[in-house]
């Protein structure tokens, strides 16, 4: 089940940016008292009464500026204004209602989506300001007087975003179906992939990036087993929004990566590992899903030998955290190597939800402390005492210890290279976590 998403919405140096940061707790995003500082969207993961959602910041909309910074921001909204289920409308009530409100609340009414208004900078606490009432000529419906940098009416704001969520249905998926996101940075092959395994053209296919505007789930069976395939959306490409385009193609996986046990992250073979394409994977490995690299268009590729094995070799090294994930070199295109990658699926799902027994995963441990002893620091040494595995999707372990500071992270990764192994988990990451053995006694 997927979250909601909450887009903050309003011209430059209305406070958006400090909303965001109280809403979220903790400071993200940049604060400036300068017009224009948060010339990026930026997300984060936020929670009111128990439920969920994804908050994004975005740059200010000036509804007539000509300024470049300031059209890519309006595009920047945009975009965030397309992906969010909620919308908060940010005005400054020492302003009042500008002429760029009433343009932006326009465009907010076009969108059809819910819009909480929100008149920012009420700093002082008693009656309800009379400076608020002026904001109802907007037409989106009752104002929320509240001031970021005293947190005063936030809570009443996020009430209201909570009563507009959208009722959250239960994805009803057998427990044998496999959630198959395909992410990468646009017009890498992600809908002629899965054109390909459906044999059909359920999803526009065309060389213009960014096609597919809306995240697609196909169900497919075969005699490998039951999936479901999440084509990933880009935008319509325009003049001068490069920038924008990659971080709406980010957001767009993080969400579709949320939903799935296994993700396929696309190359292009023409272009290799690029700075978007590494954004995009740390999302995955972030979340702790099966990932499998998948390299399309291998077919364009003159090849000897040593090709494949040398590009192999460039991927990981630009993609070090990913050195777990399997590649498979594919033509989306004229079908090559597509069947081989029903098992590598199977396989990775399987690995990531993989689940050792106490006993054998100790066995393990025991070997390896005694092929590699822990390190000391000023005569103290470290130890472990034992481990157990605590949640599977990733697998992560738990590891008891004398002290936590003593367990650096080179024999952390020398443990986790040992679990691996012995037990593979291929194309999934592993999670340690370390705990003194007087925590567990407490």
Known sequence: ????????????NVGKS?????????????????????RDRVYAEANWRGKEFTLIDTGG??????????????????MAIEIADVIIFLTDIKQGVTAADEEIALMLRKSKKPIVLVCNKSDTFGNTPNELYEFYNLGIGEPYAVSSVNAKGIGDVLDA?????????????????????????PNVGKSSLVNRILGENRVIVSD????????????FENEFGKYVFIDTAGIRRKSKVND??????????????????????????NEGVTAQDTKIAGEAHEAGKGVIIVVNKWDDIEKDEKTMENYKKDVYNKLSYLSYAPILFISAKTGQRVEKLYE??????????????????????NEAVTIVQPPTDKGKRLKIFYMTQATTKPPTFVVFVNDKNLFHFSYERYLVNQIRKEFGLTGTPIRMITREKADKED
């Open 1 to 12: 089940m997927s979250k909601p998403t909450v887009a903050i919405i309003g011209r430059p």
């Open 18 to 38: 400090t909303f965001f940061n109280y809403v979220v707790g903790k400071r993200i995003s940049i604060v400036e008292d300068t017009p224009g500082v948060t």
């Open 61 to 78: 909309i000036e509804p007539e500026s000509d300024d470049i910074i300031l059209s890519q921001m309006r595009r920047q909204a945009d």
């Open 161 to 185: 975003v909570y009563e507009q969520f959208p009722e959250q249905k239960e994805e009803v998926i057998e427990d044998d179906v496999i959630k198959v996101a395909i992410i990468g940075k």
């Open 208 to 219: 213009i990036a960014g096609t597919t505007r809306d995240a697609i789930d196909s169900e």
């Open 244 to 269: 924008n385009l990659e971080k709406y193609s980010v957001m767009r996986s993080l969400l579709a990566v949320e939903r799935a046990d296994v993700c396929i992250l696309m190359l292009d073979a």
């Open 344 to 365: 590598m699926i199977n396989m990775v799902a399987s690995q990531n939800a993989l689940r050792v027994s106490t006993s054998v995963l100790n066995d393990v441990l």
